[in-house]
């Protein structure tokens, strides 16, 4: 059994576990600079290390009415910070992944370019959609979309069933989606056209 200032350390942990806070320093400097280095051997940054000794420490302090009575914490602390470093490795690691995936993300994918954000750039990526469609076509679409008439009145302005003025908008509707599939939840977003 270790004694720490002469003291045994069975009786500094009856101590702890009635709230004794004198008892709990005793405990923390004993053990604190020898954890820190073991943490060391699985985090190279001290601060880091250190941190994760600390938590250790202030959960010990919250959780010491429950503390179930033994010779040493020695087993306890050693095997505490070695999964608490190797959870904060597993930690860094998955967060290292995301943040490699969203720098690939943001250098690759049209949604993180900013000047897709821009109104006249957008308003320039529809009017190029909209300048391929077939003539008729792109007249109806205009109509429908762009000074919001209804399909009869195309209809009847055009001299066309409004059979035909329906076929002609869908028409234009999956010429679109297919020029603009990259920006659909842009223009669903700015509600600019409803493909």
Not at 38 to 64: C, G, N, S
Not at 176 to 188: M, S, T, V
Request: glycine share 4%; with cysteine; hydrophobic share 40%.
């Amino acid at each position: 059994m270790a004694k720490i200032r002469g003291i045994d350390e069975k009786n500094l942990i009856e101590q702890l576990k009635n709230g004794d806070q004198i008892a709990f320093e005793l405990l923390f400097h004993y053990y604190y600079p020898g954890l820190v280095l073991y943490a060391t051997q699985f985090i190279p940054d001290r601060d880091e290390a250190e941190e994760i000794v600390q938590d250790l420490f202030v959960t010990l302090w919250q959780k010491h009415p429950h503390l179930l009575t033994s010779d040493s914490l020695k087993s306890y602390f050693f095997i505490s910070v070695k999964n608490k470093s190797l959870n904060y490795l597993k930690h860094k690691k998955i967060e290292e992944d995301y943040i490699n995936r969203l720098n690939n993300l943001a250098e690759n994918h049209l949604v993180y370019n900013p000047d897709i954000y821009l109104e006249t750039d957008l308003k320039e990526k529809i009017n190029h959609a909209v300048n391929i469609l077939p003539t008729r076509c792109r007249e109806i679409f205009i109509m429908s979309r762009f000074r919001g008439m209804k399909n009869e009145k195309i209809a009847e302005e055009l001299q066309l069933s409004k059979r035909t003025v329906e076929t002609h908008i869908s028409q234009a509707l999956r010429i679109l989606r297919n020029e603009l599939k990259d920006y659909a939840g842009l223009l669903l977003l700015f509600g600019t056209i409803h493909i």
